[in-house]
């Protein structure tokens, strides 16, 4: 009886010395392993969820929308609920799109984003951020593994990310990208996201995207779950044809009625010269200029012309939406926003400062 005792008494050691060193739980080794392994057999995802930016003076909330086929078809919408203006930002085998549907404008580029660059909202560039960082830290909570790992975005303010991933199926649940303090500057919450996801063939279509985002007008984020396994494009907005009337209206109004919109930030040592009207072919624009350390211009339009704009240069990540940097020894920076297009040309100003001002601008429109 003594012996047995003791036996039972020295296997309930073993078990509690067992438990206490992890055995039967995944370590960072192993999850990383299944991590890869998920990722070698993607396939299709479509997510929805909720990104803010915390680069300007006031917070940016943005609705997003992610869909993706392999092996390159990506489809990103991006909205911002409080003014009510989707972009959506398009790759397919004839390039890379960045698509204003309501006001029948596109720009396309010869690009092979996302590879060089990481997009928080995209699966791959958390995926990667985890796999590629060997000095990756991980804890657990009750559903989800946590890595805070290195931040490989554009914006180099961007140091370190924390990704949630959910412990059954590695699907991404929350994102935080803080700067080199550990200030947060750009969150991201997933509310849905599925691995597997069918989609309509002319999902990653431009001009499907453009003539059914326009009808709609201007398109609230999908209503996601609602058909979990036909995630066409026509279900990202459900707007009457009441707004979009009234939303054409606006958009008139604020081409005949056009207003400066100057960055909340400049570069340290740099001031603003001054501000000239000027005529862009059929339309009115203006020109901000500043000098100092870094000497640039700001112009901005309202294109009353529906055009398509093809580029040539690299994708530059804005966080709102994407803009690409033309020219050598002198650049410049072209995006669109709110009806209004941007073009920021220097000599001298760093991309990373560049990026700043075009975030700044955006945390201007509509004040």
Request: charge should be negative.
């Amino acid at each position: 009886m003594r012996r047995y005792t003791w036996v039972v008494a020295l296997v309930m050691c073993f078990s509690l010395v067992l438990a206490g060193c992890g055995v039967g739980k995944k370590d960072a080794a192993g999850v990383v392993k299944d991590l890869d392994g998920v990722m070698n057999k993607l396939q299709s995802y479509h997510g929805t969820g909720t990104m803010v930016l915390h680069t300007g003076q006031d917070p940016q909330e943005y609705a997003v929308e992610v869909c993706y086929e392999a092996p390159h078809f990506y489809r990103i919408s991006l909205t911002n609920e409080k003014k009510d203006i989707t972009q959506i930002v398009l790759r397919n085998d004839d390039g890379v799109f960045v698509l204003t549907p309501h006001l029948n404008k596109s720009f396309r580029f010869q690009s092979d984003w996302p590879e060089n660059q990481g997009q928080v909202y995209l699966y791959q560039s958390l995926a990667q951020s985890i796999l590629m960082d060997n000095e990756r830290q991980m804890t657990a909570d009750e559903k989800a593994y946590v890595f805070d790992v290195v931040a490989n975005y554009q914006n180099g303010s961007l140091a370190r990310q924390k990704v949630w991933l959910d412990k059954k199926t590695y699907a991404p649940q929350h994102v935080e990208v803080a700067d080199a303090n550990g200030n947060v500057m750009v969150m991201m919450k997933f509310n849905e996201f599925e691995f597997g996801a069918k989609f309509d063939k002319d999902q990653f279509d431009m001009q499907r995207n453009m003539t059914s985002m326009s009808i709609q007008s201007l398109p609230t984020m999908a209503n996601a779950g609602s058909d979990k396994h036909n995630h066409g494009a026509t279900a990202t907005g459900n707007k009457s044809a009441n707004n979009g009337a009234a939303a054409a209206k606006t958009d008139v109004a604020k081409q005949q009625e056009f207003g400066i919109i100057e960055p909340n930030y400049m570069p340290s040592g740099v001031k603003l010269q001054d501000k000239t009207m000027i005529k862009l072919g059929e339309d009115q624009g203006v020109m901000l200029r500043y000098s100092g350390k870094f000497n640039y211009t700001l112009v901005e339009s309202r294109p009353t012309t529906q055009t398509v704009t093809s580029l040539q240069g690299n994708v530059i990540d804005l966080g709102f939406t994407l803009g690409v940097v033309t020219g050598d020894s002198k650049k410049t920076l072209t995006w669109t926003y709110d009806g209004v297009e941007f073009r920021l040309s220097t000599g001298d100003l760093p991309e990373t400062e560049m990026i700043k001002v075009a975030q700044a601008v955006q945390g201007e429109m509509g004040k």
